[in-house]
């Protein structure tokens, strides 16, 4: 899902995609596939294009085992 839409005010309704989605001071609240959805402000960056793109990269090289796993901290750093 990502969600699209101009935030230039504090209350008001814009569409998402053909359905009614209600912007408030503190939450997206829309409909996607019938089940309603609610996404605070704060994490909308989440629902950026970019932010999902990135996460279906990240998906297909975890998928692909393109991943290292680090036993600590420590080890992580000393990575560098």
């Known amino acids: 899902m990502v969600l699209r839409a101009q935030l230039s005010t504090a209350s008001s309704t814009v569409r998402l995609r053909d359905s009614p989605m209600q912007v408030t001071s503190q939450a997206v609240y829309a409909e996607r596939n019938g089940v ?41 750093l000393a990575s560098f």
């Open 36 to 76: 309603p959805v609610t996404v605070p402000l704060d994490q909308l960056w989440f629902w950026s294009s970019e932010w999902i793109a990135g996460e279906r990269r990240a998906s297909a090289q975890i998928a692909a085992g393109q991943v290292i796993t680090f036993m600590s901290d420590d080890d992580f």
